[in-house]
C-alpha cells in the first residue's frame, strides 16, 4: 500500500456518520421507485476503469510543458502513482502502457503491478513520433508510409507491443496513428488507405486468439488535412476488413465539436463494433480535460447506451473502459481519481434509467416524458453509493481529502528529483 491504510480508516471513521445518513436516505428514496440500492453498490463495486500510464505524469501543450513536483520519472513511478489512484477509488484497477514511454522488463512490471494490487490492460502502440535509436522517421506517416520499410518498421512495433503485452497479461491492442496530410494533394488518399489496410493485417495477424485490436480515430491533429483513420467510419470500415477480434476504440474529445458520440456508440454497438473507450471530456477539440469536467450529460448519455447495450447483447458485450487526459493545472493523481469517479457515477446514474418507462414513452412518441426520464436518473445524486462502494473495498469515502492529507505528493517529490523528458504526449 502506498498509503497507509490506517490513515484512510481514520479518514473514513471521520466522514462515517454522514455517510451512513445520506445512504439510507437515498436508500429510502430509490426504493420509492422500486430500486433496490444494494443491487446498485454492488454494480459500482464492480466497475473499473483503466489508467493510462501517460495520465499520471504533467501533460504538456504545444508551447510548453510545465512540470509538476514529484512527477513520475519512469514506468515504476508510474506504477506506484496508479497504485495509489487504485487504493484510494477502488475503480481504476488496471493500467494501460504505451510503448516504447513504459519498456521496461515486462515481468518486473507484472510483478510490481501485482504488489500494488493492478493489473494491464490494453497495450498502446506509438508510430506517432522518432525514438532516439529509430532507423526510419514517421515524419510522413507509419502504418501507412508510401516506403515499404518504414510501414515494417511500424507493424514490428506494434507486434513488439502485443508479444510485451503477453507477458504482462494483458489482452488488447489499441492502435492510434497520426498519419494523414497536411496540404490538398500531399497524399493519395485510396492508396494511404489501403497501405494502412495492408499493414494492419499484418498486425492483426500476429494477435493471439484471446486478445482484440482497438483502432482509434481521430478527427486531425497532427495531420491537419486528412487522417487515415479521421472517423468512426473509417474506423468500422477497418475493424470491419481486419476481422472478430478487431474494433473501434473511442475517444471522446476525437471528433468535431457537438458530434452525438452517443448515437456513434449506439450504431458501433449493434454491430458489434464498439470495442472501447478513451474518457476525458473536451470544449473544442481534442482537450483532454478530466471526464465529465465540461459536460458530464454527456458522458451520461453514453452511459445510458452502454447500459441499454448490454442487456440487449448480455454477457459478450465488454467494452474496455479507459481514461485518456492530460493536462497543466491539477496535480494528476487528484484528476484521474476525479475522472474515474466521474466515469463510475455516469455509469450508476445510467443504471437507475427506469427502462420500462422509458420505452414505453418512447414507443407513445411522448417525446417530454422520455427526456425527462433521463433527466430523472442524470438529476440523482449517488455519491452515497459510490462513497461506499469505495469503502467495502477498502477505498477512501472522500479520496481526494484522503490523498491530501497524505502527503503522498510531497513525499514522492523528495525522492523524485525532476527530470526532463519524462513521456508526455497523449492521443
Ligand atoms: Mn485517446
Partial sequence: MRIDPELVAQHNQQLQTNADTDYHALGEQLQRNGVDIEELTQR???????????????????????????????????????GVIQQ?????????????????????????????????????SNTFQDQADQVRSYKFGSLSHTSDATREQAIEHNIRCIEIGKTLGSKALTVWVGDGSNFPGQVDMGKQFDRYLSAMQQVYAALPNDWRLFTEHKMYEPAFYSTVVQDWGSSYLIAKE?????????????????????????????????????????????????SGSIDPFRLFLVFNELVEIELTQGQNFKPAYMLDQSHNVTDPIESLMTSAIEVQRAFIQACLVDRQALAEFQSDNDALMASLTLKQAFRTNVDPILQLARQRRGGAIDPIAAYRKSGYRKRVAAQRPAVSGAGGGIV
Fill in 242 to 290: 481486419l476481422g472478430d477480434k478487431a474494433s473501434c476504440l473511442v475517444d471522446l474529445g476525437h471528433h468535431a465539436p457537438n458530434v452525438n458520440i452517443e448515437m456513434i456508440v449506439s450504431r458501433l454497438a449493434r454491430f458489434g463494433k464498439l470495442g472501447g473507450f478513451h474518457f476525458n471530456d473536451s470544449k473544442y477539440g481534442d482537450d483532454d480535460l478530466d
Fill in 88 to 124: 484510494l477509488t477502488q475503480a481504476t484497477p488496471t493500467v494501460s502502457l504505451h510503448i516504447p514511454w513504459d519498456d521496461e522488463d515486462p515481468n518486473t512490471l507484472r510483478e510490481q503491478a501485482n504488489s500494488l494490487g493492478l493489473g494491464f490492460d490494453a497495450m498502446n
Fill in 44 to 82: 459500482a463495486e464492480q466497475f473499473g476503469v483503466a489508467i493510462p500510464s501517460w495520465g499520471v505524469g504533467t501533460g504538456g501543450t504545444r508551447f510548453a510543458r510545465f512540470p509538476g513536483a514529484g512527477e513520475p520519472r519512469h514506468v515504476f513511478d508510474k506504477l506506484d502513482d496508479c
